[in-house]
């Protein structure tokens, strides 16, 4: 594998892999480490392949046995703690793990678990590097994430080494900033794809990762700090982050001098942000990128023009990738002509074999092309594509970007129903300029429960953030003493939108 090779290339370089607070680690210590990890797995799990789960933040050691586990030829499922326990352990139980390392206390059970002191232990002891026959090849899974589920229990999307080097081949030419070294923000938690951008691409560039751990994320004043101490050169994020930033005056190229880039995916940018960065940072370019975790991070790209942000059509999300071959069709599955909107179909190299263990949405969701041979996936995005350029126009299904956080409203739906006294449960999305700031969960209750809205919702928002990660819990819950149905049976969340 293309970062394996450069790890060891950059190790005897002297250069700093990550910047994590007053920590960091060389690239000589990534490589140390990760063969440490990669001859303990060996000699523990032997020929074992079942992926590693890896429950913690952004710690140090977490990319060190990320690219351990590719050393030994298995993959890992990174789990980042804003899942609480209960949701990590229906991720182990359907990933079964021998080996946990779990950063955090999540109690999770397997043959092997090791805490922060037994993994240091490990990741310290002398190592010889490991043998590439044992590499990771490029048809087995490299990673696993688990994203949200609409029966409630999150699904993992399987992402092989051939997945990351077709995505690499893809967003090369926007990426290519010909730097050899430079500092590249990491701010995206390792459980989401857009992470494979610094742990994929800027590492194996040799560059610099400054991270942003999500407690400096949540406090202006840190992250300001850490922004101006990152001076990154190249900036990848969701918009959330930089529409967060742009409420500070600070937020100009005072503040990272150096930034060449700005890379926004992973939800809408607003023509209002990026016409924002453009007054705040001249002459940087503004890309807006898309993807799903299921073509592994990002598949079209494209820098914004003060041409695209006055016209009124939407955003563009960019031209495909050269190896990505973007396709719009009817419902009926017929190639739509150019300007008409369909469902955008996404095939090539870096489509996932398919989610781990679920055949039934499998056969949903990917296909083999029957001209081409190519593996296909079916977006759920709706689109149309003018002079080459694709425009997304929404979601054909219930799921939306919560702060940039892939959320599916039966998830949350069927979360709530497994409430105490609720019977059953509706979730809509609040929209404020065209972007989702929140979900109000209406509810019907078995029995009357004689407490106030407020108490309600306490106690409700108490037991679903035990099961799903706190982006997830509804900010308001309406009881209903019946829901609004329409011909077919189905609760009308259009009379509900009404309610908001
Ligand atoms: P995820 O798998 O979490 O990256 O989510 C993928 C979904 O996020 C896509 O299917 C889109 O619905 C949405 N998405 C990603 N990038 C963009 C973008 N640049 N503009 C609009 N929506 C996006």
């Not at 910047?19 to 680690?25: F, P, Q």
């Not at 099961?467 to 997830?472: E, F, G, K």
Request: with cysteine.
């Amino acid at each position: 594998m293309f970062i394996l090779e450069k790890l060891a290339q950059y190790a005897r370089t002297g250069r700093t892999a990550i910047v994590y607070g007053d920590d960091s680690l060389s690239f000589a210590a990534l490589e140390r480490r990760s063969n440490a990890f990669a001859r303990y797995l060996l000699d523990t799990l032997a020929d074992d392949r079942t992926p590693v789960m890896i429950y913690g933040h952004k710690e140090l050691s977490i990319p060190a046995c990320m690219f351990g586990c590719l050393k030994s030829g298995r993959g890992y499922v990174p789990v980042d703690t804003t899942f609480p326990p209960e949701r990590v352990r229906q991720i182990a139980a359907q990933v079964q793990p021998k080996l946990v390392i779990d950063l955090a206390g999540a109690g999770v059970g397997a043959p092997v678990v090791l805490d922060a002191d037994a993994l240091e232990a490990v990741l310290a002891a002398p190592a010889e590097p490991v043998a590439r026959e044992n590499w990771v090849l490029p048809a087995q899974t490299a990673y696993i994430l688990f994203t949200s589920g609409s029966t409630g229990t999150p699904k993992g999307v399987q992402i092989t080494a051939g997945n990351i080097a077709a995505f690499r081949e893809g967003v090369a030419p926007w990426f290519d900033l010909d730097v050899d070294g430079g500092r590249f923000l990491n701010e995206i938690s390792y459980s989401f794809d857009v992470s494979v951008c610094a742990l994929y691409d800027a590492l194996s560039r040799g560059m610099t990762l400054y991270t942003v751990d999500k407690t400096t994320l949540g406090d202006t004043k840190k992250l300001f700090a850490a922004l101006r101490a990152s001076d990154v050169d190249v900036w990848v994020s969701t918009p959330s982050l930089a529409e967060i930033c742009v409420q500070s005056e600070q937020f100009t190229n005072a503040l990272l001098p150096h930034v060449k880039r700005f890379v926004f995916c992973g939800e809408v940018l607003t023509k209002k942000l990026a016409a924002q960065m453009m007054e705040r940072f001249p002459g940087v370019p503004i890309l807006n990128a898309y993807g799903p975790t299921e073509a592994t991070v990002l598949v079209t790209a494209a820098e914004m023009t003060r041409d695209m942000l006055q016209s009124d059509r939407p955003t563009p999300i960019g031209y495909a990738f050269s190896n990505v071959t973007a396709r719009i069709v009817s419902e009926s599955g017929e190639a739509l002509p150019d300007g008409e909107a369909g469902e955008l179909l996404l095939l090539g190299e870096s489509v996932s074999p398919g989610y781990f263990g679920r055949p039934d949405l499998n056969a949903k969701s990917f296909f083999i092309d029957e001209k081409t041979g190519l593996r296909g996936y079916h977006t759920g995005d709706l689109c149309y594509r003018l002079d080459g350029l694709i425009y997304y126009c929404g979601r054909l299904d219930s799921q939306v970007k919560l702060n940039g956080f892939r959320v599916e409203l039966e998830d949350v739906e069927n979360n709530l129903a497994r409430v105490e006294n609720i019977a059953r449960a509706a979730v809509l999305p609040v929209m404020t300029d065209g972007k989702v700031t929140s979900l109000t969960a209406f509810i019907l209750l078995q029995s009357p429960d004689g407490l106030s809205a407020l108490k309600r919702g306490q106690k409700i928002r108490a037991a679903l953030s035990g099961v799903l990660p706190s982006y997830m819990v509804p900010r308001k819950f309406v009881a209903l003493d019946a829901f609004p149905l329409n011909t077919n049976g189905k609760v009308d969340k259009k009379s509900l939108a009404a309610l908001l």
